[in-house]
Structure formats: C-alpha cells, structure tokens
C-alpha cells in the first residue's frame, strides 16, 4: 500500500489509561467532537503518517485474522468509513475501548488515541486510521522568552512514543465480506527492536487484530537474492563487493532485528551514491519498500557460509564471522602475459596458519 | 509666411503634435514589450522614453536661418522627436523593428550610423538610428485629430552614443562654438572609445550568456511545462537559480517528457502543487516540477542535494509518500 496523496478527512482523539495496582482497567475518556486543524497542524499530522507509514518507513503489512469477530479492530475501521460525522464520533470510541481491554500488562502506558479517516494512494482508496501516542513531557517559550512546562504532548519527534495502524480499502462495491477488500499497515517499533517480548504483540495482534504475514521466509530470500545480484552488478571493486556481502551477512544472521527493511540496510551498509540505485533495483523487484518480517529459514544454509570462487574450482569458504574477522582480500596487478596485459589478481590474507590439510 | 505667422500655426498643431509623439512612444513600447517578452521595456530602456516638442526658437531659426527650405514649415520632420535608448548596438534592432512594423504610419530611415560608418570608415563622429514616421491616415487620439502626414522624429541610440550626442550637443556643435581641430579630434577619439566599449559590452552580454545559457533554457522549458498544467501563474525568484544549479545535471534533453509521463502517472501531484503554489513562493518555482520528480525517482540523493532547508522539502515528500528520515 503507497501512501502517496495522502488526504485525511475527520479526525478525533480519546484518552486511555494504565491499569490500576491490581490489574483493573480505567474506563477511557472520550472526545466528543471533531478535530479543527489548521492547514499548518494538518500538514504536520500527515507528515508524522508518512514518516511512520510511507515508503522507506518502519512500517509492515500484515495479514489480517480470518474469520473477524464481531468486535474486532477491522469492523469498526468498516463502520467508520461509511459513517457520518454523528457516528463517527460514536464509533471511534470503541477503538479506545478496545485499546484499554487488549493493555492487559500494567506496565503499559496509556496515552492518546487518535482515530482519523482520509484516503490515500494512486488510485486513492479510503483509509482508516489509529494512532496510540504516548505523552511526553517538554517546555515552550513565549514571546517574552519565559518558559512554560508542558505534560501532556503527543505525536513529537520520538518515534517509539507512538503506534499507528491503517486500515485500507480496496474500495469495491458492494462490500464483501470482512476481511475481504482490505488491508493492513502496521507501523511500531517495538516489532523493528530486538525484544520480541508481549508486549510487542499487544497492539498488532490483541487490539489491531492482525498477524505477521505468512511471507517472511519467501521475502527474505528473495531479500537475500536479490541483494546479492545487486551488489555483484555493482561497478566497484571486489574487495568493495566483498565488504558489501559481508554487510548482507551480517544484516541478516548477526543483526537481531526481526524485521528486514530495505531502509535500514541501505543506510547502514550502502554509500549514497548507491542509495536510490538499489532502493529502484528493489521495487522493480516488487520487493516492498517498507518492512517485512525477518525469517532466515529458507535461506539458513546459505547463510552459514561464504564462499569465494575462482577457476580451475579453487575455493575459499568460510563462515561469515570468520570471514570478516580473519580473511582479507585484496585486488592486485598480476605479471603481465605475452601480450603485455597485466591480469587481475587477488590476494588473501588469513589471519591464522594452516591448521590441517588433507 | 512671417515669422509671427509660423509661430501662430505652431501654436495651433502643437497638441495635435503632443499627442502625436506620444501616439508613438506607446505604440513602439507596446510592441517592444511582446518582443521582449518575459522582460518589460521598462527595463530594457535605459532612459524612459518621451516625445518632446520643438522649442520655438530652435524651429525658427532652423525654418528661416539656418537651412534653405521650399516649405519649412512642413518640410521640418522634427517638430515632436522621439527619442528611445538602448544598452547595447545589438539591441538597437529591436526598436527598429518595432517602428518599422508598425501599420500607423510610413516610416522612412532618415539617418543610419552603420551605414555612416561604411561609407566613411576613418570617421568616429555622432551615431544614432533616425526614422521620420508620419500618420498614414487621419487618426484620433484620445479627442484630437491627427492629419494624414504628419511627421515625428525618431532617434534611436545606445546609452553610450546618448552620452556622447549629449557632450557634443553642449560643447562643440554649440552654435557660438568655433569648433577647434583639437576639440573635434579629442570628440572623435571618445566616440571610438565608445564603440569600442559597445563591442566590449556585448562580448560581456554574450560570455555570460553561455555560461547561464544552459540553465536558463532549463527554467525557460520548465516554465513551458509549469504553465501547462498547472492553473496558478509561475513566479520567479532566486530560489529557482538554487534549485536549477543543483539539479541541472540530472535534467538532460527529455526532461520535459519524463515529467509530464511523471505528471501523468501520478495526476494529484499536479493538484497539490497548484494548492501549495498559492500558500508558498517555494512551489511558484518552475524548478520544483523537478524536484518533485527527481524525489520521486532518487529520494536519498535529491535530498543530499538539496540546496534550501530540511523543513521545505519534507512536504514534497509526504506528497509522493515517501518518509523523509530513513534510507
């Protein structure tokens, strides 16, 4: 789902809270009218939607659970987005009420709940969106340089304070039955983190209704793949196309995210002139652009070793720790033949002595 | 006719003859202004142009004085004068041709420098453009009669020929000055000093302009493209020389058709330009169909490149949906 031309429509929020000392839940406070935001407020709002949810984003697509129950998440995103505006106010509550019945742990803050429609997209499809934002605290200067504190901000820059999840609509009509016609983009950054505790879960999978999509180990091979085909067509010397394997290796198997993303391997691995390069390789690829889960299953074997081939079958493998550790491979000018032309060359270093041979 | 009686029909043609020059200073305005198109003539000239009436005493003594004429009174063609000043010789071409196109009136070339020049090619004296146009047919303006026939003079010089007409007019050819050889040879040596300068001038003009050339054609094509499809009226400023210097590398010779099939592909683009065109300075720039599609195909290094702050580019990219941190 791109969410270019994003446009959003009707926008409110409720308050939820942290469960009581023995596990009670708090009821929600409820909004009781729409949002009026200015063009500036407005533009800020989509902003902080696309950073969370655009291409090159943390967010993923998820498969939502089949059959849905009555109350869940993906009816209500339904009920909203035929709603009028008297209904919607209404029907955004259960979303708080939902929230505050799936933060079952007490260790789960409360926050601001944002419920919003619009449409999004080329073709646009209609959208239904929910944000859980935490509150921060921060200061505000006036005119006269005092100074005032402030408790009860949401939607800064920290962008593990908030969770959205949008529903989107294929738009067919009449409806067919839920789940059928719509999508899920889920962006929190607990799932890009390394802790893979409940707590993860409890926004996607209790209150959103959602689940990791089944493709994880079909996509990071095909992330692995294509890659790899990336970096061998590369103009740039070996030693520079080693390094960048090395980098893909060490993304997938030592890296304990569990999500794989082209975003983040590009801007820790990839030099800028390269960037938008690869990005393009990738989505010609139909790769997506945002975040899929990581599962190295299919490709796990592959990944236990790296290989260097040369001719006349001569081989150097290696696991791919050791081979950043101890091996270094260097191009060098060869001795010229008859015809005065120097080959190319290549010469290894490892950081060890022969250990066996056989 | 008396002298008292050339003064007394002087008197009576003089607002026919007002209005007449100034007829003429705004039609070849006019028609310098579409030439010049998108600069305004009120740049262009150097000094506003006005028409002036002869004084009486100068038309007298010229009429009975100076020169022998069968009938003074309408053989003298510069009884409203004109006069319109231009930078470079090469500019002077452009109101020629606004004069000569115009249907109002015939006009005759009375005196022609370059011509002067060929004909006497040792000789650095005064150099101007001089037409007599006179009124085709009786024409009204405003709530006067022009007569079928009646002249004005037209002089057309550079800032520089100006400035040496100007000297000359109040020194040397002043009527009780005996000219000297010396004063005219040191007239002549400043009049070849200014033409050499003209040359100067516009190799200047013409080594800028290759060097601005390229980006100016790109501005000049992105205009084209920016009017098509949007409804909101470009407005250049100094941000469009900043973006096109930092993207002009990545704009080669189908750069307009890759933005429209851009602009094709994603239709509500061109909406939410045109809105934030009205808010924005920024989006009245023809450069910024560029950018968004530059954006669009190479997120990571438009954003490198970008010449002005962080905070006016974002929007483009939540535009195209593209978050702006990452990659």
Known sequence: MFFENLTVNRVIIHEVYQRLDDRRPVDPTYGTQLLNLTADAMDFFRERIINAMGSQSQSMEMDILA???????LEIASELRSADDRNFIDTSRRFADRLTAAQTSRNLPGGIVVVFDGRAGNPGRSIVGVIKAETHQGFRHTDQLQVEYLRDLFLGPQTKLYKIGIFSYSGRDPAPELPNGWQATVYDTHMTRSNRDGAAQYFYESFLGCTLPANGARLTKMFFDSTKEFINKLDVAPEQKTEL??????????????????????????????????????????????????????????????????????????????????????????????????PEWTRITIRDRVQDQS | MTEAEFLEKWALDRPMYEAWGEHVVANVTERLNVAINPLSADIFLRIPPSSRLKGDASFLEKAFYRKSYADPYNDITDKVGVRFVVLLGNHIKLI???????????????????QEQNENPIQFDYAAVHYVVRCRANTEVGDLTIREGTPCEIQVKTILQHAYSELTHDTIYKPKVDATPRMLRTAAKSMALIEATNDYFEQVVEQVSEVVGPSKGLTDELLGVFRKHLGVEPELARTEGLIVEAYESEAQQDVTERIESFLARKPFITQQIAERARQKLLFRQPSILLVYMLVDEQPSATREKWPLTPKELRPIFVDLGKAFDRG
């Open chain 2, 96 to 114: 020629e041709d606004a004069i000569t196109s115009c249907q109002d009136w015939n006009a005759s070339k009375d005196r022609d420098y370059e």
């Open chain 1, 245 to 342: 394997l090395t980098g893909l290796y060490t993304y997938l198997k030592i890296d304990r995210s569990p999500t794989v993303e082209l975003a983040a391997f590009s801007e820790q691995y990839l030099a800028q002139e390269f960037k938008d390069d690869y990005q393009n390789f990738m989505v010609r690829q139909d790769f997506p652009t945002n975040a899929v889960p990581k599962d190295i299953s299919d490709i796990e074997s592959s990944l236990r070793q790296r290989r260097l081939r040369f001719n006349r079958n001569i081989q150097l493998t290696a696991p791919p720790d050791a081979f950043q550790d101890l091996i270094v491979v260097e191009t060098i000018e060869g001795e010229a033949g008859e015809d005065g032309v120097a």
């Open chain 1, 67 to 73: 059959p849905t129950d009555p109350a869940c998440a």
